[in-house]
């Protein structure tokens, strides 16, 4: 990891674990729909895998670690309806620093996107609950990429929506598929670790590392 100082043009943000709690939601509605399944806590260990994974990839996942009978449509959909039940009822927790850094990037007219392996649906609901869908100039989801990350594809598509160059963007991500998503693309990368603590296998991807959204409003401050 290189710490090299880096002032952006542009800053895309993923969403899951980074600007929402929502990875420990998924977890739990995992863990749910799969024991009333009788197969078991599925969010457990099966989640660290698929951080950054679209709907395409998670489902192939399943399919390669339990094999071709796996009921994956019918899991799918009884876990959205755990997890929205949760959601509902008690929020989707925001991450520490946040409206901080959104903040400080509106003052400094610094362009804001998002990029997220989640579904459409899913990222707007977030981004509307918060209060911050009018923040982001672009809001790519994963159903409106063929390539799901690591490939580059949605962070160079993010970039282009925001007429920057790779170059001059940043990255903020929790996750390692995102980190070597954007690393392919050409950005500036900044972790800031959720669910995952062990990031050796992409330390040389790595440009940041910080310990939340706040820390990253007040090194740009400065």
């Known amino acids: 990891m290189t710490e090299r100082e880096f002032c952006p043009e542009a800053v895309v943000f993923d969403m899951d674990g980074l600007m929402f709690d929502s990875e420990r939601v998924v977890q739990h509605s995992w863990n749910v729909v799969g024991e009333r399944m009788g ?21 192939q996942y399943f399919l390669e670690k339990y094999g071709n009978g796996f009921p994956y449509e019918v899991f799918h959909e009884e876990y959205g309806k755990v997890y929205h039940q949760y959601a ?16 400080v990037l509106e003052d400094k007219r610094i362009k804001c996107a998002v990029a997220t392996s989640s579904s459409r649906e899913h990222a707007f609901a977030n981004l509307e609950r918060a209060g911050i869908l009018r923040r982001f100039r672009a809001v790519l989801t994963g159903d409106m990429v063929t390539e799901g990350k690591p490939s580059p594809e949605i962070y160079l598509k993010a970039c282009a929506l925001v007429e920057t160059e790779p170059s001059r963007a ?19 990368t900044v972790l800031i ?13 790595l440009d940041r590392k910080a310990s939340s959204l706040k820390e990253v409003a007040e090194w740009l401050c400065k």
Request: glycine share 10%; with cysteine.
């Open 39 to 59: 197969l078991g806590r599925l969010g457990d260990d099966n989640i660290r895998f698929t951080l950054g994974f679209n709907r395409v990839r998670r489902k």
């Open 170 to 188: 940043m990255a903020l991500e929790d996750a390692p598929n995102g980190i070597l998503s954007a690393h392919r693309a050409g950005m500036y």
């Open 193 to 205: 670790p959720d669910l995952i603590e062990d990031f050796s296998s992409i330390r040389p991807c």
């Open 88 to 103: 509902d009822t008690y929020g989707v927790p925001v991450k520490a620093g946040l409206y901080e850094l959104l903040d």
